[in-house]
C-alpha cells in the first residue's frame, strides 16, 4: 500500500460484532443456542410498542435475549410481540440464501461438535465434516429455524487470524 495514500475511514468498533437473529419461536431457539451450544444468557429484554415503532423496529415491541459465546462475541434472539416473523425456507445450498446467509463458529474440536449435534439431533447440511483445503475443515448445520450455523476448525489459527496473534 502506498504510504501517502489517504487512509480510509474505518470503523471505531468498541465490542466485536453482536448478530441479530429474529425467531419465529424464541424458546426454541434459545434451548438450541444454550443447551446444544453452550452459550450463555447475558440478559432478557422487552422493548416497548412506542419505542419499538420509534426504532423502526416492530410496530408492537420485542423480546431480545443477549447470549454470549466463550470467546466474547454475543449473539441476539428477538421476537416481535402480537405478530410473527416470516419463516424463511432453507435453500438447497447454503450460498443460495441471499443476504446474510449463516454465521461461523471457529472452533478447536470439529469432531466433538459434530457428535455434538448429532446427538441433539441437530440437522446437518453434510453428515460429517468436509476437509475444504489443507488444515481447513468446515461442516454446516440447521438451528431449528433453518437458519445456517457454520463450525470450522484450522490447524493453525494463527495463520488465518494473524491480527488476533500479533505480539502488541
Not at 447475558?42 to 415503532?53: E, F, G, I, R
Not at 440447521?142 to 491480527?163: A, K, L, M, T
Request: charged fraction near 25%.
Amino acid at each position: 500500500m502506498n504510504a501517502h495514500a489517504k487512509k480510509s475511514f474505518s470503523l471505531k468498533m468498541v465490542s466485536p460484532l453482536e448478530p441479530g437473529i429474529v425467531c419465529v419461536d424464541i424458546d426454541r431457539m434459545l434451548e438450541f443456542y444454550t443447551r446444544v451450544l453452550g452459550l450463555t444468557i447475558v440478559s432478557d429484554a422487552q422493548a416497548t410498542a412506542k419505542m419499538s415503532a420509534i426504532f423502526g423496529a416492530a410496530p408492537h415491541g420485542f423480546r431480545i435475549i443477549r447470549l454470549q459465546t466463550p470467546y466474547g462475541e454475543r449473539i441476539k434472539l428477538v421476537q416481535v410481540k402480537n405478530g410473527r416473523a416470516k419463516r424463511i425456507q432453507s435453500p438447497e445450498w447454503v450460498f443460495y440464501r441471499q443476504g446474510i446467509a449463516y454465521i461461523t463458529f471457529i472452533v478447536s474440536n470439529i469432531s466433538g461438535v459434530t457428535a455434538r449435534l448429532s446427538k441433539y439431533g441437530v440437522k446437518l447440511v453434510r453428515p460429517e465434516p468436509v476437509e475444504v483445503r489443507k488444515g481447513f475443515v468446515a461442516l454446516f448445520a440447521e438451528d431449528p429455524e433453518g437458519n445456517f450455523v457454520e463450525f470450522v476448525e484450522y490447524d493453525d489459527i494463527s495463520s488465518y487470524r494473524q491480527d488476533l496473534f500479533r505480539q502488541r
